[in-house]
């Protein structure tokens, strides 16, 4: 049954820390690994604010390494490559760990999106686990009965925000290609954790009381995070959890078919059609899913060649921007240049304006790929960068087709991992629920998603012209997920990065890729920089330095830095004989190896 469904050097621009995990936590075979020196501390996320010891995140390893938001992730993804398993039985370990502590971020009832790279045949694949619109789905999927959108997180509480999983099958399928060790020994460090119990990190305590997410306050998540006297978790509480380890046992004997058939499947299907606003889904939609497979969307920057996942992915928006920076000068500058910083913003307006008109599931819409893409449209689109900041449009590249304007409003969630195995394989995948807690409905020690929210609300604009992400049964929702592994011009392994953050992972994932190939910097350097999130009029960023606010603001990009940006970036490049990882200073990742 299995198989069938067979995945300092810039030190004053370097961010400041979310509170870090436990020290229990972080033991991962510290002994094995050199490991660089640590980020500065402070708080990103104030409702996750917590007073423990500071933890090194970056690390180096000879062999083969894992990248992740959670040590006890890391801790299992390492234990597989430790015994001889690929970077796709590291992956299977490590999500169905992150679904267990880190709950607000992905899990098995969640969808996702990787790339693999296979050291011997120098090839890299994609594999899509993004989740899927029932049958019963519409267009009008989140317009009332006047025909006016829902609000948001009335939508987002509602049954109808769930999409069919796809994060098991996606492994599953991907684990049927490359796996070495057996399915089921590779879920057992996630069912022995959710039997005995696991420390409630800092980051997940501070979700569990984050006032401003009403899926904090749901029914479900009420009950799964109180104690019996009724208060809730803390940081440092043992919380165990079997019903999610019944379920893993389930999916060690039949595979994603133990999640998608039988009764977790009709679990499924009872929780998301109660109401308020339930969903049409059926035992036949979540039978019928199937990942996607295929070459990965790999284009050229500089010297190297960058890969993301196909379309719906954010793969196409992040090569758009890498590709219109590659006619910049933007390479010859560094990270304390306020005019680099410019380009970069730039170049993410007219990328995010091309990727929100035009990119949807292409088993649905004509994506213009190759238009988007072609080298004489992106060069065009970098002329249009300028000396300031002036209004920006989708541009018409070649093939593409009239379609309407975008009315998406994708939350910041997700996690993001990436492990070498021994033999050089790479995996980078992105993970998700949606947003935090995903619905806050939760069936047998799982929350289920909400990923259908990142449909278009407005299905067609006031002419007619439907929108490329609106709803449609059995539709993939437009995702901003762009795991990417850079290759060198021979086809080796050179780098992978990838974050969460919802629409803003493509400017995430550019800066840390920015910082590696132009910039030369370290992973850990990389992704601690601050963040700029340049979209249509906005300009969204951490702090920078004073010098650089103060020239963004002449050129008409006046930074709004009221909140941080929530990256979670995670990164690894081939360095000195081994692998140098980096995690982001504003979450509890790490990366180690041996």
Known sequence: MRRLFLSVGLAALTLTTISQASVSQASVSQASVSQASPPPAATVEQTAR???????????AKHAMVAAANPLAVKAGVDVLRKGGSAVDAAVAIQAVLGLVEPQSSGIGGGAFMVYYDAKSRKATYYDGRETAPAGATDRLFLDDEGNRLPFFDAVLGGISTGVPGAVAMLDMAHHDHGKLAWADLLKPARNLAEDGFIVSPRLAGMIRMERAPQSSAPDAVAYFSKPDGTRYA?????????????????????????????VAADIVRRVSEGPRPSTMTLADLAAYRPRSGPALCEPYRVYMVCTPQAPSGGPGLLMALGILDHTDIGKRNAK????????????????ADRDRYVGDPAFVEVPIKGLLDPD??????ELIGERAGPVSFGHPKGASAVGPDAT????????????????????????????????????????????TDFSFSPTDKDGAPAA?????????????????????????????????????????LKALVAMLDWHMSPQDAVALPNLVAKGDTFRADPFPEPIMTGLAARGMPLSTSRSEESGIQAIVVQNGGYEGGADPRREGMARGF
């Open 377 to 382: 449209y992106l060069a065009a689109r970098a």
């Open 469 to 509: 992400n609106a709803p449609a049964p059995g539709k993939r929702p437009r995702s901003s997920m762009a795991p990417a592994i850079v290759l060198t011009k021979d086809g080796r392994f050179h780098a992978a990065a990838g974050s969460p953050g919802g629409t803003s992972i493509q400017a995430y994932n």
């Open 50 to 60: 917590a007073e423990v010891p500071e933890r090194e995140q970056a690390g180096f």
């Open 235 to 263: 940081a440092g509480d043992r919380l165990r959890n079997p019903a999610y380890a019944r379920t893993l046992q389930r999916i060690a004997r039949f595979g994603a078919s133990g999640l998608l058939t039988g009764p």
């Open 337 to 352: 240049d306020e005019k680099a910083w410019f380009e970069f913003a730039q170049a993410s307006r007219l990328a995010y």
């Open 409 to 452: 409003a994708e939350p910041g969630g997700t996690s993001h991992f990436i492990v070498v195995d021994g033999e050089g394989n790479v995996v980078s995948m992105t993970t998700t629920v949606e947003s935090i807690f995903g619905s806050g409905r939760m069936v047998d020690g799982f929350f289920l998603n909400n990923q259908l």
